[in-house]
């Protein structure tokens, strides 16, 4: 199986994003991927699904796909944008305030933190701000802030889903406001 995307004429609807840890073993290499900053620590990376197959995106694919990184992340973007539309998600209400996830193998949820409509998407299911978990690659998990009871034990369910699933991403939590995405202390 070939270890780097080779994209057809149709890349621009394959590419999605994909939250990272940021690591500076990934800009060493001549064929490193192709990222995107985010926030502190944290950078963006691109994939191509084809069928059943997930493919890095590298650097030196962008002259065989003639495409700049720019057009790649607008692509990637509007493409997570309109998976979201269609994506399923389990929603737990509460009077204090919702609780919602996204978990499924290999769907990437973890990158629906990139989503510049987060907050009203969000809020249109339960009042914000929120509280975001990201893992691992396929799993997001929000909680609204008002929600004392999950908050108490988000930090325990994100431990068990890093440590039990594959691509563990991380197990600090962010802030999601009408002004953005923040990371927490």
């Known amino acids: 199986m070939p270890t780097h995307a080779t994209p057809g004429s149709d890349w621009g609807r394959q590419v999605f994003p994909v939250l990272m ?18 926030l502190t ?15 890095p995106l590298t650097k030196v694919q ?10 790649v992340h607008k ?6 944008t ?8 389990k929603f737990f209400d509460s009077p204090d305030g919702g609780v919602l996830l996204f978990e499924s193998e290999g769907g990437l949820h ?8 987060l907050y009203p998407w969000l809020n249109k299911y339960m009042g914000g701000p929120f509280v975001v978990g990201v893992p691992n690659r396929d799993v997001l998990i929000a909680v609204a802030e008002s ?3 999950a908050l108490s034990g988000l930090l325990d369910d994100l431990a068990a889903s890093y440590d039990s ?16 995405v923040a990371l927490m202390s």
Request: overall charge positive; glycine content about 8%; proline content about 5%.
């Open 147 to 149: 929600n004392q009871t």
């Open 110 to 117: 973890a990158s629906r933190m990139l989503l510049p409509n």
């Open 75 to 80: 692509a990637a973007m509007a493409n997570l």
């Open 41 to 55: 620590g944290f950078q963006v990376g691109y994939i191509i699904k084809e069928e059943e197959r997930v493919l």
């Open 62 to 71: 962008l002259p065989a796909i003639r495409a700049t990184a720019e057009a």
């Open 82 to 89: 309109r998976d979201t539309a269609g994506a399923t998600f």
């Open 21 to 38: 840890e940021k690591s500076p073993h990934l800009d060493l290499r001549k064929d490193s991927l192709v990222t995107t900053g985010f």
């Open 165 to 180: 699933r594959r691509f563990p991403l991380t197990l600090k939590t962010f802030r999601v406001t009408a002004g953005g």
